[in-house]
C-alpha cells in the first residue's frame, strides 16, 4: 500500500488535492506531493487547496514538504491553503509555529471562498471571511 494517496478535484478556479495516508520524508509521499504541486502550476493552476483530513501521520521531512509547495507556489504567483488537518497534523504545525505562516481552514466552502475567484464560489462580493469583523 502507497503510504499516500492523493486525488486532484477541480473546483472552480481552485485545485484541491486530498492526501490520504502518510506524508512522511522518504516514503515518496512528499515526492508525490510535490510533484502533483508542481504539475498544477505548471499547467496554469495557481489556487492550490490541500485536504489534510486523511493525512494520519506526518513527521518533519513533510512539514519541510509543505513548505516546499507553498514557497513553489507563492513564487509563480500563486496562493495554496490547508484545510481539515487531522488532529496529529494540526499538532504538528502548532509545534512548529508553521500554523501561523498558512492559511488554515476548516471546511472546503470557507477556504474556496478566500481564493480569487471566491465570489464565484458563494462568498458575498466585498466580503473576505480571512478577516476579522471590524466594529
Known sequence: MAPLTITRRDVGPVVVLALDGRLKFDEDGDLLLREQVAAAVASGDHNILLDL??????????VGTLVAVYLHVAKRGG??????????????????????????????????RTFDGGSALGARPGSDPAQPARS
Open 53 to 62: 483530513q486523511g493525512v494520519h501521520q506526518m513527521d518533519s521531512g513533510g
Open 79 to 112: 496562493k495554496l491553503k490547508l484545510m481539515a488537518p487531522s488532529e496529529r497534523v494540526r499538532r504538528v504545525l502548532h509545534m512548529t509555529h508553521l500554523e501561523e505562516a498558512f492559511e488554515i481552514f476548516e471546511t472546503e466552502a470557507d477556504a474556496l
